[in-house]
């Protein structure tokens, strides 16, 4: 069983940054890939950046040079830096790790961008 808590969401201006973080707990957070994921009011859930247990990482077109995924597997976190931010990035992100056998999502943190 893993556990992923998000934090660090809020309400910033477009053009603003704003870091969210997960914190997992259950199992040996090192040997899994990591997920940020955000979900807009009527819209599918989409992937907005994968970071694997090795470091390697991608991301969507949409947020390209804007967002930074990370992770320090000292404190079992995964950070998303955003910058750059825009209106359309409003959304609930969530926090996700999945592999053979096991699928497991955070509660979500809202974030919104909006003068």
């Known amino acids: 069983q893993v556990q992923l808590v998000e934090s660090g969401g809020g309400l910033v201006q477009p053009g603003g940054s704003l870091r969210l973080s997960c914190a997992a707990s259950?199992?040996?957070?090192?040997?899994?890939?990591m997920g940020w994921y955000r979900q807009a009011p009527e819209k599918q859930r989409e992937l907005v950046a994968h970071?694997?247990?090795?470091?390697?990482?991608n991301y969507a077109d949409s947020v390209k040079g804007r967002f930074t995924i990370s992770r320090d597997n000292a404190k079992n976190t995964v950070y998303l830096q955003m910058n750059g931010l825009k209106p359309e990035d409003t959304a609930v992100y969530y926090c996700?790790?999945?592999?053979?056998?096991?699928?497991?999502w955070g509660q979500g943190t809202q974030v919104t961008v909006s003068s």
């Open positions: 996700n790790t999945r592999g053979m056998g096991y699928n497991y």
């Open positions: 259950g199992r040996i957070f090192s040997l899994y890939d």
């Open positions: 970071i694997t247990k090795y470091g390697s990482t």
